[in-house]
């Protein structure tokens, strides 16, 4: 199980419509709202890091709003 911290960026004015457009998808854990330099941050889960490129270019990068986004998988160290 791989885990990963998904951060978004989407047009003005976008980021409640996308937060919650990405909530609805499934292997989202968390889908939120913030502030700073991202919109959105997405928390997600998936069985290998396959899984979690298909999530984040087939159906996240798919949403209508979202200009860019920036996937940080979680390491144990």
């Known amino acids: 199980m791989i885990t990963a911290y998904i951060l978004v960026l989407t047009q003005v004015g976008r980021s ?9 998808l499934p292997g989202v854990v968390t889908s939120e709202d913030v502030t700073g ?17 298909r999530l984040v270019v087939s159906r ?3 949403i209508d709003g ?3 986004t920036l996937t ?3 390491v144990s160290l």
């Open 60 to 62: 996240i990068q798919a």
């Open 37 to 53: 330099p991202y919109d959105v941050i997405v928390r997600a889960c998936a069985d290998d890091i396959n899984e979690l490129g």
């Open 66 to 68: 979202i200009d860019r």
């Open 72 to 74: 940080c998988p979680v």
């Open 16 to 24: 409640a419509d996308v937060a919650k457009a990405i909530r609805a």
